[in-house]
């Protein structure tokens, strides 16, 4: 498509959603595409903040309106370089980033370590599932931190000259202990999830242990399956046709060179008799306007004197 109706510039003075859906196999394909939107988005979106922006006729700022961007597999787009500082640079433009993919490795060997925590450490919210990676398992271990727990010690004496004889001693101790151990983090079960949060004015930091939803086993989005879709803007099909702008194709043009006269020249060097026999005639050339011969000079005047 050579055309279409979506504005970046202005999504975020009106209500606009777009999505862009790749199936699962042509994922690698397109993710250069993915880059592409995603940096445009981001670039137009992220010049000028609300404040700045201007008003409407009513007195309500021009850029009303937050973006919210959810970048499912973004490991798979490959590297944009807009994304290495934007998480913690545009939130004042109103950008909110969700970044979805398979595990912190991916973003690291992509973006590099520096730049790659650096996105991490931007994102406000992170929710972890059962990685399958002893290092990451170890990385949100530490991060849970510890817990005290009461441990029971117990000895037992016995005399040394007396059969039978023994003593009990018993004894409880308070020992930290890791919220959760990394074998732990990476057997959590399918329906378990991690939640960090960072603190901020409003919220404190936490870490929560929670329940994943399944939409359909939930009343509440199950009730929601059966809601009239809001309608959509149908755009004028007829169009489609004027929108389709043929692939310029390249027909390949393969000229081979006559062999003959080259082959003949050097049967020439090796053997001169056959210069009569094998020599190739010359081509006449093209026409040519014949030659106009110059006017003769004129005879000039000899300025010597006559002797008598």
Sequence with gaps: MSDDDIDFAKMREEKTTVYF???ERNLKKYGPLMNLFFTQAIRLNS???????????????RYKYQLALMMDEFAI???????????????GAGLRFFLIFQG????????????????????HNEIVFAPGDIELAKEYSTRLGNTTVRVHNQSLNRQKHEVGARG???SYSEQPRPLLLPQE?????????LIFVQGNRQTEPMKILARKIIYFEEDVFKARQKMTPPPLPVGDATKIDALTVPVRTVEAKV??????PMQAEQRQRWNPKEKAANAVPDQPDAAQPPEVEPDPEPAQADDTPETM
Aim: some cysteine.
């Design 21 to 23: 859906s790749v199936t």
């Design 47 to 61: 010049t000028v903040i609300p404040e700045q922006g201007g008003h409407c006729a009513d007195g309500t700022l």
């Design 77 to 91: 787009m490959g590297r944009m370089e807009i994304m290495e500082t934007a998480p913690a640079l545009t939130r």
């Design 104 to 123: 912190k490795d991916q973003v690291r060997a992509i973006y590099g370590e520096t730049a790659g925590n650096a996105i991490m450490k931007a994102i």
């Design 168 to 170: 009990q001693t018993d």
């Design 185 to 193: 983090v990476n057997e959590l079960p399918f329906d378990k999830q």
């Design 255 to 260: 000229a081979v060179a006559d062999t003959k």
